[in-house]
């Protein structure tokens, strides 16, 4: 039961390009979540999904896209890099609605020059 | 919109103290608040959670307290050891919500001095 994954663990960006980072959990959680963190400004959702093939925004959605093709998997899209996006990146996810812990995954460092 | 305040941002104490984190929310409806703690270079993760209809909860060292009225809640850690120094999280949630209503406090640095 490796729990929440998260690839890459690092990665480095031009201005301008494009990436995804992949979330994968195998708890059968219903509801992931996208979160970027930034220095004194703890945990700002990005995107959540509350099951397969749903999606919505949190609350700092712009330059973000995601997918929750499989129920397992959340995908977390830059289109077009931004150095505003250089940050940590962490996704979580929880069983339902009722149970509220949010189980983390070990984070993606993003750095976009 | 809903907001989380927590303080002190940073606290430092000396190893067998206690150290008291401090968290208001806005949304009177949440009924959920977690803590999390995040070790340096780590995942955050829950260390102890409490719900609206209880007023304190206690886990070996760690305790926490929340008082509804004020809306205010507060994380306990009793007879601090080194291991405790990390960044703690508090958050708050509305009843049914799931976490995507989760709003998280900026966050505490606690420093524990051997």
């Known amino acids: 039961n490796a729990g929440v994954t998260q690839t890459p663990k690092f990665r480095v960006l031009k201005t301008g390009q494009s990436m995804t980072l992949l979330c994968a959990q195998d708890?059968?959680?219903?509801?992931m979540y996208w979160y970027r963190q930034d220095p004194g400004m703890g945990l700002r959702l990005i995107h959540y999904?509350?099951?397969?093939?749903?999606?919505a925004k949190g609350e700092v959605p712009d330059g973000y896209n995601v997918s929750r093709l499989k129920k397992q998997n959340f995908l977390l899209g830059l289109e077009s890099a931004a150095p505003s996006q250089t940050s940590v990146y962490f996704c979580?996810?929880?069983?339902?609605?009722?149970?509220?812990?949010?189980?983390f995954g070990p984070g993606t460092r993003l750095l976009v020059l | 919109g809903e907001n989380v305040e927590q303080h002190p941002s940073t606290l430092s104490v000396q190893e067998g103290d206690s150290a008291v984190i401090k968290c208001t929310y806005s949304?009177?409806?949440?009924?959920?608040f977690p803590w999390y703690k995040q070790e340096l270079g780590k995942r955050p993760q829950l260390i102890i959670d409490?719900?609206?209809?209880?007023g304190e909860k206690k886990d070996q060292r760690i305790a926490v307290t929340l008082n509804k009225t004020a809306k205010h809640f507060s994380l306990h850690i009793t007879e601090t050891q080194p291991e405790d120094s990390a960044v703690y999280f508090c958050?708050?949630?509305?009843?049914?919500?799931?976490?995507?209503?989760?709003?998280f406090g900026a966050g505490t640095r606690l420093f524990v001095k051997a």
């Open positions: 979580a996810s929880s069983l339902d609605r009722v149970r509220e812990t949010q189980y």
């Open positions: 708890m059968n959680h219903e509801y």
């Open positions: 999904s509350v099951g397969e093939g749903t999606t």
């Open positions: 949304d009177s409806a949440s009924n959920y």
């Open positions: 409490i719900r609206s209809n209880v």
């Open positions: 958050a708050a949630t509305p009843r049914n919500t799931g976490g995507f209503k989760t709003i």
